[in-house]
């Protein structure tokens, strides 16, 4: 039913500017240059199997969805959009799951090639995340589409927290058929525990406190539940940190990940716009 992760998308309080630092900073490869639209505008960077879409509110939309969403979030992740490959198959499918779902809106991008439509699947039904179906047509192409100088490979998956993991992964699978394919007990030696439900080339990774200590629950009693960070898959781990650092970013030293086979680095959300990203290799 659900195809790929087609893009996640941030909130930022001035989509050009977000735009700036992450390509001509960070070095991430264009998907496409900001746009207006009518109460918001947008740009977005490419994470090799996926989009990093930034939005913002434009002036005079102070009581719209996303400038309330911003007000009271601050920057940061906001929403992922799935691919379901076949949209109308995939509204029948969720509907017969006993989903809300919206009925498809189609759009079209200002001044760019790119039709699509959309269908926003109610909340309660996705724990800890907000979530929608968008279908392109004719599919989607970044404008840039390489590797950027960090050479990203892909969006590796997305993290939310929860304070019940068997129960969240009970909901994602009774209701959009995502499931559980690993889990991992206090990885590391981690407060914590995690499983994975593979999307796509991509997967969802949901995370519960199990201990009080360590980075993660720290993290989870200051924010809660909820969409957490994303991890991109990088072709070298040691380069993209030190070129990073380069430009002004801060970032962790590389260190082993909870994944095996895996070393990751999180660069800090000060040089994000409020978006907390891990860089990850696999070997």
């Known amino acids: ?25 960070l070095g991430f ?36 969805f996303f400038a309330r969403a911003l007000e009271e979030r601050g920057e940061g992740v906001f929403l992922v ?18 989903v809300n779902v919206t009925d498809p809106v189609a759009s079209a991008g200002d001044g760019q090639p790119r039709s ?28 840039d589409g390489g590797k950027g100088a960090l050479k990203i490979k892909k969006l590796d998956h997305v993290v939310i927290g929860t304070e019940n993991l068997e129960d969240a992964a009970a909901k994602w699978e ?35 406190p199990v201990e009080e200590k360590g980075r993660f629950y720290e993290q989870f009693k200051e924010r809660g539940e909820g969409f957490f960070s994303i991890s991109v898959e990088v072709e070298d781990l040691d380069a993209a940190v030190s070129y990073l650092r380069d430009k002004g970013a801060k970032v962790s030293a590389p260190e082993a990940g909870i994944w095996p086979g895996s070393r990751v680095a999180r660069v800090s959300r000060s040089s994000t716009h409020g978006v907390s990203i891990q860089l990850i290799e696999r070997r």
């Open 1 to 25: 039913m659900l195809k790929r992760i087609d893009h996640v998308v941030v909130l930022a309080r001035d989509a050009a500017s977000a735009f700036a630092t992450y390509t001509e900073r």
């Open 29 to 64: 490869p264009v998907s496409w240059r900001p746009e207006r639209h009518d109460g918001w505008e947008n740009a977005a960077v490419w994470l090799g199997n996926a989009s990093l879409e930034l939005l913002a509110p434009r002036a005079g939309a102070e009581g719209s």
């Open 81 to 98: 959009a799935f691919d379901p490959g076949d949209i109308e198959g995939a509204l029948v499918e969720l509907r017969e799951r006993g």
């Open 116 to 143: 699509y439509r959309t269908a926003f699947i109610s909340r309660q039904f996705t724990p800890g995340l907000n979530t929608f179906l968008c279908q392109y047509d004719p599919p989607f192409k970044p404008m």
């Open 174 to 208: 009774r209701n959009l058929g995502l499931k559980v394919d690993t889990t991992l007990e206090q990885p590391l030696g981690s407060g914590f525990k995690a499983a994975r439900l593979p999307v796509g080339d991509a997967f969802i990774e949901l995370v519960q």
